[in-house]
């Protein structure tokens, strides 16, 4: 039986809810939720050597909450010779964070960002997993990177004015939600909807991003037809 075949089966096993495999994933699942997280790991060791792919996420998650750092490390680097995925460096370099080596995980999550290539879709997916291991300012720097190469950040206008937001910058924030498409003025009234979008709790920010707004406006050639 293929490599590939067993994982397959696993998996379609663990769909169906009708193989003997399922049973352990539940069993470690309940564990981990436990927090008898020594007795989970040993099951999703077992269920990661039978489906590395399908429980991946849990077996690092519940490593990682055990403290179990240097085995963590061993299981992404195990999972990247396995799976060319460049955002599996966002979990090394939470594992070193964790682990108190900092200058590593700097510098492993600054090599995940010399992978930005200015495709937009790879930038999003990058954005995500910084986003969801709370590294918003690492976002942040993937969007701009892949504005600086294309020269157009106006493709995620919304997405990265709200990152500058969370992270107090209100100034960049609102010149990111005041930039448009090449030979296209400001949508005073759209950029007014985004704000209170985002800042609807926050009114005094509101009202300072309504007013820099009207400034833009104002400092627009008027069209002449």
Request: aromatic share 10%; with cysteine; net charge neutral.
């Amino acid at each position: 039986m293929t490599k590939v075949f067993r994982r397959y089966l696993f998996l379609i096993l663990l769909l169906t809810g009708g193989s003997v495999l399922a049973q352990p994933l539940a069993e470690a699942r309940q564990l981990a939720a436990d927090r008898k997280y020594g007795n989970a790991i040993e099951l999703y060791k077992t269920l990661y050597s039978q489906s590395p792919d399908t429980v991946y996420v849990e077996y690092y998650d519940v490593l990682m909450a055990d403290k179990k750092y240097r085995d963590a490390e061993k299981l992404v680097e195990k999972q990247m010779t396995m799976r060319d995925e460049p955002v599996l460096l966002v979990d090394l370099g939470r594992v070193y964070f964790f682990d108190g080596r900092y200058t590593k995980a700097t510098e492993t999550f600054n090599k995940l960002l010399t992978r930005v290539n200015g495709d937009l879709i790879f930038t999003e997916k990058i954005v995500k997993a910084f986003v969801a291991a709370g590294l918003e300012d690492y976002a942040i720097a993937a969007y701009e990177r892949t504005g600086m190469m294309i020269g157009a950040s106006y493709y995620f206008n919304g997405p990265l004015a709200r990152l500058y937001a969370n992270c107090d910058n209100l100034d960049k924030a609102i010149d990111q939600l005041l930039i448009t498409m090449p030979g296209l003025q400001v949508n005073e009234e759209n950029v007014k909807s985004g704000w209170m979008e985002l800042l609807c709790d926050e009114p005094e920010k509101v009202r300072k991003a309504q007013k820099a707004v009207l400034v833009k406006v104002n400092q627009q050639p008027k069209n002449i037809h």
